[in-house]
């Protein structure tokens, strides 16, 4: 709800000639957007939206610190928050969600069991790999791919180094 909000309110700003992608979020292109001049039906759909994030701002916050005080408590999650591209919530969801990895043999399995194992078509001599299976938790999968794709935007040469996926999902620390 906060994402479509947040593109309305873009939406209103390139109307009105201004394109600043990600920068109404900030106080300064808050108080820009506040200061475009427009229709009263305009300023009325512009001040209810701003209302409504404002008031979503807030519960997200809270339960944003609810996550985060729970996923301190568990030293599973903190140690899956050191990864590039793993906050509380994926952490916390992974905790909750594996359990405990000691019940799984391997990585893979623990990858298996998400459904980020690609899907194999073989037959005689040629192995064919597809997309990924997609079998598994939902939830769990959408935020692991979420964190793998937050990290390799803050670094680069994080994609090569494939030794640190498979830490991530396995829920070791990377040597």
């Known amino acids: 709800m906060r994402t479509r909000i947040l593109n309305q309110l873009q939406s ?18 808050r ?10 039906w305009g300023t009325r759909r ?14 997200v916050n809270e339960l944003t ?3 985060q005080q729970e996923a301190e408590k568990r030293p599973e999650a903190q140690l899956l928050m050191t990864h590039p591209g793993v906050g509380p919530v994926t952490a916390l969801a992974f905790v909750l969600i594996i359990g405990y990895p000691e019940r799984f043999q391997c990585g893979k399995q623990i990858g298996r069991y998400v459904g980020l194992i690609p899907t194999e078509s073989s037959s005689g001599v040629h192995r064919r790999l597809g997309h990924i299976s997609k079998q598994g938790n939902v939830l769990l999968r959408s935020l692991l791919v979420e964190a793998a ?5 803050f670094d680069p040469d994080w994609p090569r180094n494939s030794r640190t996926w498979r830490c991530v999902v396995s829920g070791r620390s990377p040597k």
Do not use: W
């Open 46 to 59: 512009r001040t209810d939206l701003l209302i409504l994030l404002d008031q979503l701002n807030e519960r």
């Open 12 to 29: 209103i700003a390139m109307n009105e000639g201004i394109q600043r992608r990600g920068g109404l979020r900030s106080v300064q292109g």
């Open 149 to 153: 794709q937050a990290a390799a935007r």
């Open 65 to 67: 610190a609810a996550v």
């Open 31 to 40: 108080k820009r957007l506040e200061q475009i001049p427009l229709g009263a």
